[in-house]
């Protein structure tokens, strides 16, 4: 965002506009954040106002700071691809590279309305798109339901050893999974945990050797209080969910999507990212973001306030 004279990071201010280089609200709602070669491409929905109607957009931005963030492409401009309906839905992209194909493969929620049914969220699928660059034009491949299940919120996770995982909510199941994927990352491959609790924008983050997954509570653009569990490994055995702030706050208006780790050379910072939903100006939706305190089972988010970091050193100051 701007810069701020006591130091030399820029800040980042949680709910706020977040202008991009070319001044314009980052789109990227609900979005999903991998590292490679020291910079950093965060994806998620383009909801622009003067974007197409009948389309769906996914835009790709890039920064070596995570504060000041450069446009790089909208990396998908989709037409109904499988005939979804004209309120079809295309939501929580997340792209993972593969580095055995080096390919760029993105996840997304598409949804619509099965025949005769009442709701636009029935067809409840996940989307692959493919690409040989990571801010390149995707390529769709097709959708399907991981394992035969009902998909719907979708977050990525990938582990300190480099293997990627989709984690994916089901409602039928009342719960969520967490799968690891194909060679390719073209499908799924096999079932990791099942953790059976009602969330949604799942997230998880390893730290010290922990693992922990944070959620929401299943109440649609209106935040509630988000949760967290840990387990020793992906597989459980998961602990109870316990708030990650004071519900009342609900989340401090947001909605989890992603769990980013700055390892830096003096300390390691997790940053809790998160969407304040703006249902009726959706393109003005806002990003919460904010340094979480983490540690030996806990995981709590501050109110959110003015900050910045230092990706080197992994520091942050308030
Ligand atoms: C939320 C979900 C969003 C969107 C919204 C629609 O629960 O996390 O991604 O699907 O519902 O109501």
Redesign the pocket.
């Known amino acids: 965002m701007t810069s701020d004279s006591t130091t030399s990071v820029p800040t980042i201010r949680p709910g706020l506009v977040w202008p991009d280089n070319r001044g314009r609200h980052i789109q990227a709602h609900?979005g999903g954040i991998i590292r490679l070669n020291g910079t950093w491409y965060w994806f998620g929905e383009d909801r622009a106002e003067d974007n197409d109607p009948a389309r769906r957009y996914v835009s790709c931005y890039a920064s070596k700071d995570l504060a000041t963030w450069e446009f790089r492409n909208q990396v998908l401009a989709l037409e109904d691809p499988e005939s979804f309906g004209s309120e079809w839905?295309l939501?929580?992209p997340k792209v993972f590279y593969n580095a055995r194909t080096q390919k760029f493969v993105m996840y997304m929620?598409v949804d619509g309305r099965l025949p005769g049914n009442a709701s636009r969220?029935s067809v409840a699928r996940v989307a692959v798109a493919i690409s040989d660059t990571v801010d390149g034009d995707y390529k769709y491949v097709r959708s399907f339901r991981p394992f035969g299940k009902e998909s719907?919120?979708i977050g990525q996770f990938i582990d300190d050893d480099g293997t990627a995982y989709l984690i994916f909510e089901s409602r039928p199941s009342q719960g969520f999974y967490i799968a690891s994927l194909s060679d390719d990352y073209l499908d799924v491959k096999e079932i990791v945990s099942f953790i059976k609790s009602p969330l949604?924008?799942g997230a998880i983050v390893r730290y010290e050797g922990l693992y922990y997954v944070i959620g929401?509570a299943?109440?649609?653009?209106w935040p509630n209080a988000n949760k967290v569990a840990t387990a020793p490994s992906l597989a459980g055995p998961w602990s109870e969910f316990t708030d990650i702030a004071p519900p009342i706050s609900h989340t401090y208006m947001s909605?989890s999507s992603n769990l980013i780790k700055v390892t830096g050379s003096e300390t390691t910072t997790v940053i809790y990212v998160g969407d304040r939903?703006r249902?009726e100006e959706i393109w003005d939706s806002r990003y919460v973001w904010m340094p979480v305190r983490i540690g030996n089972g806990q995981l709590e988010l501050p109110a959110p306030v003015p900050w910045s970091i230092d990706v080197e050193t992994g520091r942050v100051q308030y």
């Open positions: 609900g839905v939501e929580r929620h969220y719907r919120d949604e924008g929401s299943l109440t649609g653009w909605q939903w249902p």
